[in-house]
């Protein structure tokens, strides 16, 4: 075992290191819409919504999108009670879109059992979509549970303050006893939320501001000449690149032709503009004759692209005006509504590719 990851088993140590924290926290602690104000009970919807949206989401991100689901469904039997496309709709944007299925999922069977959270990590990880960093922090944060949640962030902490060689991926468990062996029995959620914070705010993947970290005394890492080196970095990985079609008709009024994904899959229920599958490089020529309507295609010079978790894509934007009737399975968005109609980050970029050009 790395000699910084035993010095964890001084119980001084490590109550330096949590007291460090949670004095840091007191007084810079930032205010984030969901967090419950110093000596409030926390509410374990405010938490579980918020460690929902914030999965693979920045808190600048995520709140937004906090404020419209709370303002909307401000109790959980409300986001229960919601139709299925209206919490697909909410969350439109953030990406990831299981994550919007199971988070009403979870709203119903919350709702189905009076609106009581489980306070226990185990019961909180066997609700959808609630996995076992969001059962660990809700269990600390929303209960005060002496659990351990190791999010990103936390884990870049950890793989410094105990100047960790081996990259995050190899050394989870490693990094795991250590985040367990620090979780305090008192203010776990408080202690979580503070290495979050400092995470962001202060040890930050690159420029790391030692100079204002309350653990730099107690980290290997700034005992090195190269803080920033560590977590040691793992050799990336080249994504597969698929390419597809799109198909942007538009009517004299303004509105053009759209669709919604399927229910399951890669940005479920997102509405869309019409196009090919996406397949892999040079595989499958994409053409107009994919089009859902017969008319003058134009193909838009550029492209617009994403990556997502398991490939690269990239998407060629046909324009063409159109007046006729929406083709089965398709609908009409108005120009005023492309904000509102549920398009994914990807469409919307799409849909304002062709914007742009017309
Ligand atoms: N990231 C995930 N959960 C968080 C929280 N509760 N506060 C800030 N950032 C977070």
Redesign the pocket.
């Known amino acids: 075992m790395n000699a910084n990851v035993s010095a964890l088993r001084s119980e001084a140590k490590r109550n330096a290191i949590v007291a460090r924290t949670l004095e840091w926290w007191e007084s810079r602690r930032r205010a ?1 819409a969901w967090r419950a104000a110093p000596g409030e009970t926390p509410d374990p919807y405010r938490v579980w919504l ?2 929902v949206l ?1 999965q693979q989401t920045t ?1 600048q991100a995520a709140t937004p999108y906090f404020q419209t689901f709370i303002a909307k469904w401000p109790r959980v039997e409300d986001l229960a009670a919601a139709p299925g496309e209206a919490v697909i709709s909410a969350f439109a944007g953030l990406g990831y879109y299981s994550r919007a299925r199971n988070l009403h999922a979870c709203a119903k069977e919350i709702a189905r059992r009076g609106g009581r959270f489980p306070s226990e990590e185990a019961d909180l990880r066997s609700l959808p979509g609630v996995g076992a960093y969001s059962a660990a ?1 809700i269990a600390a ?1 929303a209960f005060g549970r002496q659990t351990a949640p190791v ?1 990103g962030n936390i884990a870049r902490i950890l793989a410094r303050l105990l100047a960790i060689e081996e990259p995050i991926a190899q050394a989870k468990s490693e990094i795991a006893s250590a985040a367990r062996a620090l979780a305090p029995s008192h203010r776990a959620g408080d202690f979580a ?1 503070a290495l ?2 400092i995470g ?1 705010t202060i040890c930050r993947p690159r420029n790391p501001d030692c100079a204002h970290c309350p653990l730099v005394q107690d980290c290997a890492a700034f005992r090195t000449a190269a803080p920033e080196a560590f977590p040691r970095r793992a050799r990336a990985k080249v994504k597969p690149c698929r390419e597809g079609a799109v198909f942007f008709a538009r009517r004299s009024d303004g509105a053009f032709l759209a669709r919604r994904r399927p229910p399951h899959g890669l940005l479920a229920s997102t509405v869309e503009l019409p196009g090919t599958p996406w397949t892999s490089e040079g595989s499958r020529e994409r053409s107009v004759s994919a089009a859902p309507v017969t008319a003058r295609w134009r193909r838009l010079p550029g492209t617009v692209g994403q990556v997502f978790t398991h490939f690269a894509l990239k998407l060629t934007v046909y324009a063409a005006a159109f007046e006729g009737g929406a083709p089965e399975g398709h609908f009409w968005v108005a120009s005023d509504a492309v904000g509102e109609a549920g398009f994914s980050n990807m469409m919307r970029k799409a849909v304002d590719h062709a914007l742009k050009q017309e």
């Open positions: 984030l918020s460690e914030l808190a922090a944060i999010d939320q979050m914070d962001a």
